[in-house]
């Protein structure tokens, strides 16, 4: 027996949502073909940052152990953000195809999968 039920809808990107992430202060932050990351604010669903940087559709995101979002993209770049400042503090390029997948280590170097059918690590 199910014992989920619906209990609200965000809606706020233009386009398909790919990727999800929950904050470790609770936020979430979505990732879409729009292009944008947005944040939101589960206690009241509302959207309360859109984060604009990547030239392509944002395919995942995860968070460093220093609290920066990062986010990888069809446009092959990795973008490390300051969610409070709503900026890009840095970028990381080096795939040659859309970035698929993030993961980070517990000593904080960096793990990549691409469609370039390569895995990297970065430290």
């Known amino acids: 027996m199910n014992k989920y039920k619906l209990i ?3 809606e706020e990107h233009t386009d398909g949502v790919q ?3 929950i904050l470790k202060d609770g936020r ?3 990732g879409s073909f729009d292009n944008t990351i947005k ?3 589960l206690k009241n669903y509302k ?3 859109t984060l604009k940087g990547h030239t392509g559709h944002i395919f995942c995101l995860n968070q460093l152990l220093d609290g920066k979002l990062i986010s990888g993209a069809s ?4 973008i490390a953000w300051d969610i409070e400042k709503g900026e890009p503090v840095f970028t990381l390029e080096g795939h040659e195809e ?4 993030i993961d980070v280590f517990p ?7 691409s469609t370039d059918q390569n895995i990297k690590i970065w430290e």
């Open 8 to 10: 609200k809808k965000l």
């Open 19 to 21: 990727c999800l992430k």
């Open 28 to 30: 979430l932050a979505s």
């Open 39 to 41: 944040i939101w604010d």
């Open 47 to 49: 959207c309360i940052k």
């Open 75 to 78: 446009d092959w770049s990795l």
């Open 98 to 101: 859309c970035i698929n997948s």
């Open 107 to 113: 000593d904080g170097k960096i793990i990549t999968a």
